[in-house]
């Protein structure tokens, strides 16, 4: 007997854990998922805990929740994952949108070096990968689990801030598909890819960088973090029969 899910824009009941959830991408995400009637669990690592407090406050309905941990700390997001079950139960949807990097051009392999290396696959790939195993218990126990992945276009361009943040977002979306196929039908797995946005995500990249990125883009504009975050929304709603790809939000940057 095969089981039809009907596409819907009501999440009312359903629980979404979003690290970085205090970030740009993070936080216009979780606002779009509680607006549908979602309950989101805040992840974050450097923010202020009232900061981080505040803002599961500000979301539209009730009983948001807030835990500091990294996600290159497997004890921590064990021990998150276990509050989080007691606390809500089933989790149905898991958004990683934690990151980091740092921009070094391509040709630069001096820079590159081997500890910068080593933070930004720790961050954006083993992060990921130990969110996901922490918490694919409770979305299992959904059994209509969402994971979405915040990857990038570099992971198929080959152009990003920098040649660690390509592997990273490269073996995210590939591990993605695999992962995909080894948890259906009771976990779907997505990758968001955004372009250029309008964060403080790549630091040092301010208006100079955004308005000559903006002039080479298809739709002339770079991406806004409420763009990526209805990527999201629509992967968690009307996309309910997608799995083990990628949503492309780049405005055809990649073109």
Known sequence: MTTTFEPTESLAGRVAVITGG??????????RLAKLGAR???LYNSAAPEV????????PGTGHLT??????????????AEQVGAQCGAVHILVNSAGYTKAVPAADLEALSDELIDDILK?????????????MPLLKQSQDGLIVNISSIAGFTGTGSNLAYVAAKASIDVVGDALAKAFAPHVR????????????FVPGRGADFNEKAAA?????????????AAAVQAC??????????????DGGRHL
């Open 22 to 31: 205090t970030g740009g991408i993070g936080l216009a995400t979780a606002r």
């Open 40 to 42: 989101c669990v805040l």
């Open 52 to 59: 981080a407090a505040a803002h599961a406050a500000s979301l």
């Open 67 to 80: 835990f500091q941990a990294q996600v290159t700390n497997s004890a921590a997001l064990n021990a998150v």
């Open 123 to 135: 961050v954006n790939f083993r992060g990921v990968i130990a969110t996901i195993r922490a918490f």
């Open 189 to 200: 797995v997505i990758s968001v890819s955004p372009g250029v946005v309008d964060s403080s």
């Open 216 to 228: 080479t883009i298809p739709l002339r504009r770079i991406g806004t973090v409420d763009d990526v």
């Open 236 to 249: 968690a709603t009307t996309l309910r029969y997608v799995t083990g790809t990628r949503l492309v939000v």
